[in-house]
């Protein structure tokens, strides 16, 4: 059975969901974005992440995915993710 595809804006997405597009894409989202034709045939790029019970298709443009990682303080300002942060994450879902 496949997943539910979910299309959504990176700002509508919960912390959870957004931390864990960061561990999955720890060097920023620019060169991992698709292209996907929208409900009207347009063509729309996204990011694609997947999780045990959703495929989402997170809209954003290049342009976007610069601007949110260089806006997040979680990215170093090479656009790589901080090292405390990776650790962090990964300590709470330890716990």
């Known amino acids: 059975m496949s997943k539910p595809k979910i299309i959504k804006d990176y700002e509508k997405l919960t912390e959870e ?3 864990q597009l960061k ?15 929208n409900a009207k045939g347009m ?7 997947e999780t ?3 495929y989402y298709l997170i809209r954003m443009t290049k342009k976007e995915a610069n601007e ?3 806006e997040d303080d979680d990215y170093d300002e ?5 090292e405390e942060f990776i650790e962090e994450l990964k300590n709470e879902q330890d716990s």
């Open 68 to 70: 949110i990682i260089e």
């Open 52 to 54: 045990d019970e959703y």
């Open 43 to 49: 063509f729309v790029s996204a990011l694609p992440f």
């Open 17 to 19: 969901i957004q931390n």
């Open 78 to 82: 090479d656009g790589n993710l901080k």
């Open 23 to 37: 561990l999955m894409y720890p060097n920023g989202f620019k060169k991992d974005l698709i292209l996907f034709p």
